[in-house]
């Protein structure tokens, strides 16, 4: 195995690690609503609109806000970034009979999740501190990242499935 094979591994491991942290302190920032738990607007794939925003934010107790803003920011801000690096590196590693063209579109996509998480952040940041003053807005800004960001993620997956596929099928015969 290459370094760097090696090194896009341990990208790898370290993003699983602070996914696996995130997952963990997720739980606790989920609020009830109507009986139902509701997970942080991070985890929505498909948005969320002002009144969902709205309820999470009635239920969220003080203690969560401020858990919220403290270590799971900083893991979430870290994890795209590391999510991102390893992306990247699987996409270089598996880049053998795609095109410049389709490997510049497979990293835009990585790039694009990156940043849309990173926005997505500050955005669902600025919910958390509005709590019920939070505007439609705001809401419709920070949920637009949010199915941005998933819709990226998604196809930079996709882009490393057809990398991997035509690189296999380019690969001389042992």
């Known amino acids: 195995m290459s370094r760097t094979a090696r090194f896009v591994w341990v990208l790898a491991a370290a993003t699983a ?24 607007f991070d985890a929505r794939f498909f948005g ?8 999470y934010l ?6 969560q806000a401020a858990s919220y803003l403290g270590v799971f920011r900083q893991l979430d801000t870290l994890f795209p970034v590391l999510l991102c690096l390893a992306l990247l590196g699987a996409m270089g590693l598996n880049r053998a009979g795609t095109s410049r ?9 990585a790039v694009l999740y990156l940043l849309s998480d ?33 819709a990226a993620l998604a196809l930079s997956f996709c882009a490393i499935l057809v990398f991997w596929a035509r690189a296999r099928r380019n690969a001389p015969a042992c």
Not at 28 to 39: C, F, I, P, R, Y
Not at 48 to 55: F, S
Not at 58 to 63: C, Q, R, Y
């Open 48 to 55: 969320y609109g002002p009144a969902q925003a709205r309820a």
């Open 101 to 109: 063209g389709g490997l510049w579109v497979g990293c835009a996509c």
């Open 17 to 40: 690690l602070c996914f696996v942290a995130l997952t963990a302190l997720s739980d606790g920032l989920k609020v009830q609503v109507a009986s139902q738990s509701v997970a942080i």
């Open 118 to 150: 990173l926005s997505e952040n500050a955005h669902v940041a600025g919910l958390i501190r509005a709590g019920a003053s939070v505007t439609d807005a705001a809401v419709a800004q920070a949920s637009l990242r949010t199915v941005v960001k998933w």
């Open 58 to 63: 009635a239920g969220s107790s003080p203690e």
